[in-house]
């Protein structure tokens, strides 16, 4: 065989070994799920609790959505992650990190990890399996990471959420929602709870907002709100005045706001009739 040929072949072998390693397709591939909340086992005790739940900021690719570890009636717990998106990528797994949180990729390594399996889709709503050994206690942020490179491509540090009652009764979450920006940068997330005696609050966790002057919290009479008219002409019900822009906070519902109706959560500035940032609620149960 000639120089040249061998020259080629090895050429063609080494960018077999480069794509199979960079897969540089799924940079512009995404693959996208849709994964349904797991059934309830039992009819007497329809609805998961929400132990714990955070939302996701960037690692070394732009990661968005919202993660929480549910627990079933049965006992089981999952992981589920909503309105979710990040890159694509070779070998790309979910992690349950041994740390608060994770910024870089350094911090993975070293504070230790559970795997929880191949990542089903860059882009959706989908659910992973919680081993029943796994201490939540210990294990406290979601990490999506490419082991083809050792890269955190984003990480969900998991705030425990107030999901039981002084007599250790679950509450329900109802709907939950991830914020976005509007006027100001805007994150954290947004959840319904109904209590045991019927009563609902909204909870704010991982929550960061600007300041301002006279801001409060609407519920929102539509499925979103990306702009400031949106909320004006939809019509809202006001929760009263922000108790601080940033931190977990809580907000009485009151029992004649339709949930059916009143489907988003926004941060808002009477002040100056601005929408700061909002986060679109769906249905948990």
Not at 151 to 177: D, E, H, I, M
């Amino acid at each position: 065989m000639s120089k040249r040929k061998l020259l080629i072949a090895a050429v063609i072998v080494a960018g077999g070994i480069a794509w199979y390693a960079f897969r540089p397709e799924r940079l512009f591939v995404n693959k996208t799920v849709s994964e349904s909340l797991p059934t309830a086992a039992s009819a007497a005790a329809p609805h998961p609790t929400n132990l714990e739940s955070g939302n996701f900021h960037d690692g070394a690719h732009k990661t968005s959505g919202a993660a929480a570890i549910l627990e079933l009636p049965d006992g089981k717990r999952v992981l589920r992650l909503t309105n979710f998106a990040t890159s694509n990528g070779p070998d790309v797994h979910v992690y349950l990190v041994a740390a608060s949180d994770a910024t870089d990729s350094a911090t993975v390594k070293k504070a230790g990890f559970v795997d929880l399996g191949s990542i089903k889709g860059n882009v959706g709503d989908q659910n992973y399996d919680v081993p029943s050994d796994i201490d939540l206690n210990k294990y406290q942020a979601v990490t999506i990471w490419c082991a083809r490179f050792n890269v955190n491509f984003g990480t969900a540090p998991l705030g425990a959420q107030s999901a039981r009652a002084s007599a250790g009764t679950s509450l329900k979450a109802l709907v939950a929602g991830n914020f976005h920006n509007g006027a100001h940068k805007t994150s954290g997330v947004a959840t319904i709870l109904e209590l045991p005696d019927g009563k609902r609050i909204l909870r704010l966790t991982n929550f960061a907002t600007s300041n301002g002057p006279d801001v409060h919290v609407y519920l929102v009479a539509a499925s979103d709100a990306m702009d400031s008219a949106t909320v004006k002409q939809a019509g809202f019900v006001d929760l009263g005045s922000i108790k601080g822009n940033v931190g977990d906070q809580n907000y009485e519902v009151p029992s004649s706001a339709d949930l059916s109706k009143y489907q988003a959560v926004t941060i808002w500035c009477a002040r100056f009739n601005v929408n700061f940032g909002t986060a679109p609620l769906t249905v948990q149960n």
